[in-house]
């Protein structure tokens, strides 16, 4: 059964730092992998999707990697902004299902 | 439509009372999958829809959940005789297919009291 961790739980930064999310997942034969974020009380938003032949993938002021073999991927924010405030998820499918597993999430806070 | 649709939004029941939840997807989206999130928790994984047909219904946590979808769109998650466990948010997301992205509806939040 795919279970995945993410750490850490929570992170407290200053405005305009850089911050990088850790991922790790214990099945390896994964086709993909998502990153979603949740703001509190609202669904969550599929961010970057990273397909196995693929080790980066960008979008603005997110990169995410992804390391099949050793089963991590880590999402990258570059000058964090109040508004990045919330919880991000990582997110990969099961083994033999066309499902996913998610995370628990790190929930990120950015002051101004 | 534009998004995922989930209705209601909030719902409060009293235990024991049935409830059922809605999920309209994108249009065109042939996978369609349930999500349920307690207070603190990550996501819990309920059922899974390839158009009609439920492949994947591993997730559902007792006989007192049922879900069934029609015309390749509509949803809806049924739960009889509500526990004060069954309290969550339940979301919704869809994908054109399940190698692709999922798009997630608000989610409802049910409170069983």
């Known amino acids: 059964k795919q279970e995945v961790t993410q750490i850490p739980a929570a992170l407290s930064v200053p405005e305009g730092e850089n911050l990088v999310l850790n991922c790790s997942f214990t099945d390896s034969a994964i086709y993909n992998l998502q990153w979603f974020r949740q703001d509190p009380g609202k669904g969550l938003t599929s961010l970057l999707l990273?397909?196995?032949?693929?080790r980066e993938q960008t979008s603005g002021r997110l990169n995410a990697s992804l390391d099949k073999s050793s089963g991590r991927s880590t999402l990258y924010i570059a000058a964090s902004q109040p508004g990045d405030s919330a919880t991000y998820l990582c997110a990969v499918p099961n083994s033999g299902y066309s499902t996913l597993t998610f995370g628990k999430g790190t929930m990120l806070l950015v002051s101004p | 439509g534009a998004g995922v649709s989930q209705s209601p939004s909030n719902k409060v029941t009293e235990k024991g009372k049935d409830v059922e939840l809605r999920c309209d997807p994108i249009?065109?989206?042939?996978?369609l999958y349930w999500y349920r999130q307690r207070l603190g928790q990550g996501l819990e994984f309920l059922i899974y829809f390839q158009g009609n047909s439920a492949p994947d219904k591993s997730g559902l946590p007792s006989d007192r959940f049922s879900a069934e979808r029609t015309g390749e769109s509509v949803s809806t998650l049924t739960i009889q005789r509500t526990q004060q466990e069954d309290s969550a948010v339940y979301l919704c997301?869809?994908?054109?297919?399940?190698?692709?992205?999922?798009?997630f509806g608000s989610g409802t939040r049910l409170t069983v009291v």
């Open positions: 990273i397909q196995s032949s693929q």
């Open positions: 249009s065109g989206h042939t996978a």
């Open positions: 997301a869809s994908s054109p297919g399940t190698e692709s992205r999922y798009t």
